[in-house]
């Protein structure tokens, strides 16, 4: 049973447009949510991380949406450029950090 | 910077084979992880080590072991390989300034036949 829901499985979008990648998650012991991002033949690394206590959190053209009493959060890539083209995977970690539960993985194309 | 260096990029291995993929680090962090990553299905953990000698089992550990006998190396074991199990294999640790972010190898590609 997949701890984590991630959607949608790929997404094409124009350069310069909005990338939008969702997450939904039921553990509510769950209290830290990093987004990674794999370019082929890398492992995953760190994009963005966002803690339940905040609603957004922003760097760059990367922002995270995070809705507690929905269990849901986002990301939104603004302006996105044909270098963002890579798999996104959002996860979800309890306190201990022993375990990190990542989603099924957002393939993104950007087009230019 | 983190180094987590996985000894192969690829494996071709037959059916019924004992394989070993070695995952190393170059830092003092005790938790180290492997997990595999397929299609539709994310990355899954298979084992978890918060200290030599000491390892947990994640959600897939099934025909999979794995030996930490010193810190720096952690390793996966296929005690019989089966089809079933090729797949992306990507080891990691934690770490970062506050502990809590994961950094990983960049992967083996395991193919049985």
């Known amino acids: 049973q997949q701890q984590v829901k991630q959607s949608p499985q790929s997404l094409i979008v124009q350069k310069g447009g909005i990338s939008i990648i969702n997450c939904a998650y039921e553990?509510?012991?769950?209290?830290?949510f990093p987004w990674y991002q794999q370019f082929p033949g890398k492992g995953p690394a760190l994009l963005i991380a966002?803690?339940?206590?905040?609603s957004e959190k922003k760097e760059g053209r990367f922002t995270i949406s995070f809705n507690k009493s929905a269990k849901q959060f986002s990301l939104h890539i603004m302006d996105s450029q044909p270098g963002d083209s890579a798999t996104y995977f959002c996860?979800?970690?309890?306190?201990?950090?022993?375990?990190?539960?990542f989603g099924s993985g957002t393939k993104l194309n950007v087009k230019p | 910077d983190v180094k987590v260096t996985q000894s192969s990029r690829y494996l071709v291995k037959r059916t019924g084979e004992k394989v070993f993929l070695e995952c190393v680090q170059d830092?003092?962090?005790?938790?180290m992880f492997w997990y595999r990553q397929d299609p539709g299905l994310g990355l899954r953990l298979i084992y978890f080590s918060y200290d030599v000698k000491m390892k947990e089992k994640g959600d897939i550990p099934e025909g999979y072991s794995v030996s930490r006998e010193k810190k720096e190396r952690f390793s996966l074991i296929l005690e019989s390989a089966s089809t079933n199990q090729t797949s992306m294999y990507l080891c990691?640790?934690?770490?970062?300034?506050?502990?809590?972010?994961?950094?990983f190898g960049q992967g083996t590609r395991l193919t049985v036949v």
């Open positions: 553990n509510t012991a769950f209290d830290y």
């Open positions: 830092m003092d962090h005790e938790n």
């Open positions: 990691a640790i934690r770490g970062g300034r506050e502990n809590t972010e994961a950094f």
């Open positions: 996860a979800a970690v309890e306190g201990n950090f022993n375990k990190f539960y």
């Open positions: 966002i803690r339940p206590d905040v």
